[in-house]
Each structure stands twice: as structure tokens, then as C-alpha cells.
């Protein structure tokens, strides 16, 4: 099945949701996933899947300790008690580490994936309003500039996560 031969070594969390979570996420309507085959082992009637990310909802209840500069930018009023979000909840491509510890990778770009993502959601946003998108990340610097040069800004880290968001346009 293809989603136990995904594979992400770099992130294991990302590997675990796929093989293990995304289903029951589907069933009970927590998340949607959204998969990107390789096109060339589709047309051969195989599926590959390069990359995937998932789509959901998060609610932030707003703070004394939040900028509110950064919820009127969100929210569009700076004594909004509550930020929507569209949550970009997980993103990942391919990765496996062979056996001489080098890695095949897939060739899809962080970039490319995040206009996949993006491309759903200003979809989505023509019958269900959103105007902002959240990313919840670690605090490693590849992953902070893939969304820093994305244009997300950097909002809080709650204790577990760096949060970013942008505003769509």
C-alpha cells in the first residue's frame, strides 16, 4: 500500500501520522490529507507518494501576552478574543536513508508543496472564508526559512511549537 512506503527518515513524526494516524484523522473529519503522487509511476499504474500535507482548523484564544499589532493583522481587530485559522498541519516529503547513509530523496520542493497546499486552500476560501493561515514547526532554521521566505511570520512559540502564519491575499 502506498502509504506504508512513504517514507520520511529526516522526520519520523511525519513518517508515524501516515502510516498510522491519517486514516483515523479522515474518519472522524479531524484533518484532510492531501497526497502528491509521482506522476510518471502513476501513468505506469503504480502509486509513489512524493509528498503530502494536511489541511484543518485551529482556533487560538487570544492572550494579554500576544502583539496586537499581530492579532489585527489576523483577525482584523486587535480586541479579537479568538484568531481562526486554516492550519497547515503537517508537511512532508519523501525521504529514505539508505543503507551507506545517504539519502534518496524526492524531488519536490518545500516551496512546491506549500503551492499545492495554498492552492487548496484559496480554493476553499471562494465558499468558506479564511484569512489566515497557521504552521506550527521545531525551531530548526531550514524549516524556519522555508516559511520565513514563504512569508509566514513568526507569531508565538506556545511551548512546544514555533508558530507562523500568513495573511492570504
Not at 46 to 60: C, G, N, R, V
Not at 105 to 120: G, M, N, P, Q
Request: glycine residues 4%; proline residues 1%; aromatic residues 14%.
Amino acid at each position: 500500500m502506498a502509504l506504508s512506503d512513504f517514507k520520511c527518515s529526516q522526520d519520523l513524526d511525519i513518517e508515524t501520522f501516515l502510516h498510522t494516524n491519517a486514516e483515523e484523522f479522515l474518519y472522524r473529519d479531524w484533518c484532510s490529507v492531501y497526497l502528491i503522487l509521482d506522476e510518471k509511476q502513476f501513468l505506469n499504474g503504480k502509486l509513489k507518494i512524493e509528498a503530502y500535507f494536511t489541511l484543518s482548523h485551529k482556533t487560538l484564544s487570544v492572550t494579554d501576552a500576544m502583539s496586537k499589532t499581530k492579532v489585527k493583522e489576523i483577525n482584523g481587530f486587535k480586541s479579537a478574543e479568538a484568531l481562526h485559522f486554516v492550519l497547515i498541519g503537517q508537511l512532508g516529503k519523501y525521504v529514505l536513508k539508505n543503507d551507506d547513509g545517504t539519502y534518496t530523496r524526492s524531488k519536490i520542493t518545500s516551496k512546491e508543496i506549500l503551492d499545492y497546499a495554498f492552492e487548496v486552500i484559496y480554493t476553499s476560501s471562494h465558499l468558506i472564508p479564511c484569512r489566515c493561515v497557521l504552521v506550527e514547526c521545531s525551531d530548526e532554521k531550514k524549516v524556519r526559512n522555508t516559511y520565513e521566505n514563504y512569508g509566514f511570520k513568526f507569531f508565538q512559540n506556545d511551548g512546544e511549537h514555533n508558530q507562523y502564519y500568513k495573511v492570504l491575499d
